[in-house]
């Protein structure tokens, strides 16, 4: 990508402030529309802000990022709150969730290339898998601290209520479904699912950035006319130094496990979390390594997902392929001068 704005300047104060007001209605809208329509609004409420960022540059990014915070405290003010959401904080969850990651993307997006260009990468790779490393590490990352976030503006109470409720209505119409839950994760199924809640939060949110990113990528090469850098599951990669952090965090979990030392509840609670998301992260990690073994066998990448369905406990080798790709290089051919 190149720094040049594929849109005319005058026009970014008024496009800035229409994606900043269509971003703080995309994330509001559960709090007035039905579930599914809410949805698919919600998920893409990152995605004018991208836009903003791809086509202005980065200044105008942000300012539609603040602008949209500022939206969203304006909503709650005529009573529009998310469920579970305590309504003092909505903002500062936009802005968390939104502004400050939109705006490191399109950075990213606009600096990486042009460094590049004058600095000669150790590696010597291309730009494409330099910038898709990069991102894809960083808002993994970037997760891992958003689950933190999450975890201190949730309403935890709430959302065991409301799981409970949402269980009490499967019973009611399947309560076949409901035992098969209870003997897969236990009775109290409510209290699991809302302690793993901030981490299950940040991985839908890893998921949905990483999709608006590819849709406001490819809007802005139709617009400009630009070849969109090639992006492929196969560049997809974590930072060496996240193992160790993956295992200290292992180390300590079980330590507690074991009674060598006592962590508080909501410590034990936090740090569960972070390392779900670490270790889904690597999962990521893993399929990358998969997807570029299977490059010139395409048809096993349908085989590879569906045997999830069937082998669930295949999550776990696959993480495990994750962790050990950074330490011992198994895409050597992507990364080729890289030594394990």
């Known amino acids: 990508m190149t720094p040049s704005s594929p849109f005319p300047r005058p026009h970014a104060l008024t496009a800035m402030m229409g994606?900043?007001?269509v971003s703080a209605v995309f994330f509001v809208s559960p709090s007035f529309l039905p579930a599914f329509p809410a949805v698919v609004f919600s998920l893409f409420d990152v995605l004018p802000l991208l836009v903003a960022g791809l086509g202005y540059g980065w200044l105008y990014g942000v300012g539609a990022g603040v602008l949209a915070a500022l939206g969203v405290a304006v909503a709650q003010g005529f009573g529009l709150s998310l469920p579970d959401v305590?309504?003092?904080?909505?903002s500062i969850l936009f802005f968390a969730e939104n502004t400050v990651p939109a705006a490191f993307f399109v950075h990213m997006a606009y600096?990486?290339?042009?460094?590049?260009?004058?600095?000669?990468?150790?590696?010597?790779?291309?730009?494409?898998?330099?910038?898709?490393?990069?991102?894809?590490?960083?808002?993994?990352?970037?997760?891992?601290?958003?689950?933190?976030?999450?975890?201190?503006?949730?309403?935890?109470?709430?959302?065991?209520?409301?799981?409970e409720d949402t269980l009490q209505a499967v019973g009611q119409a399947d309560p076949q479904t409901l035992k098969t839950l209870?003997?897969?994760?236990?009775?109290?199924?409510?209290?699991?699912?809302?302690?793993?809640?901030?981490?299950?939060?940040?991985?839908?949110?890893?998921?949905?950035?990483?999709?608006?990113?590819v849709v406001a990528v490819r809007l802005w090469s139709k617009i400009t006319g630009i070849?969109?850098?090639?992006m492929k599951m196969a560049w997809f990669r974590l930072p060496r130094w996240l193992?160790?952090?993956?295992?200290?965090?292992?180390?300590?979990l079980m330590l507690h496990t074991r009674d060598v030392f006592v962590l508080p509840q909501d410590i034990f609670s936090l740090l569960n979390n972070v390392l779900l998301v670490a270790l889904a992260g690597f999962f990521l990690n893993g399929a990358g390594v998969f997807h570029q073994m299977a490059d010139k066998r395409r048809f096993l990448i349908p085989l590879f997902y569906g045997a999830f369905?069937?082998?669930p406990l295949l999550i776990y080798v696959v993480a495990m392929v994750g962790l050990m790709d950074p330490i011992v290089s198994m895409r050597r051919d992507v990364y080729p001068k890289e030594k394990g």
């Open 19 to 21: 994606c900043a007001l």
């Open 227 to 230: 070849p969109a850098p090639q």
């Open 86 to 90: 305590p309504t003092a904080h909505m």
């Open 243 to 252: 193992v160790g952090v993956v295992f200290a965090l292992g180390v300590v």
């Open 309 to 311: 369905l069937f082998i």
């Open 182 to 213: 209870q003997q897969a994760w236990g009775p109290d199924i409510a209290s699991q699912l809302a302690a793993a809640m901030p981490g299950l939060s940040a991985l839908g949110w890893l998921v949905g950035f990483c999709i608006n990113a």
């Open 111 to 163: 600096s990486i290339p042009q460094y590049l260009r004058d600095h000669p990468f150790p590696l010597n790779l291309p730009p494409p898998i330099v910038l898709q490393g990069a991102i894809t590490g960083s808002m993994t990352l970037y997760a891992m601290v958003l689950t933190i976030t999450i975890t201190v503006l949730l309403d935890a109470q709430a959302v065991q209520v409301m799981l």
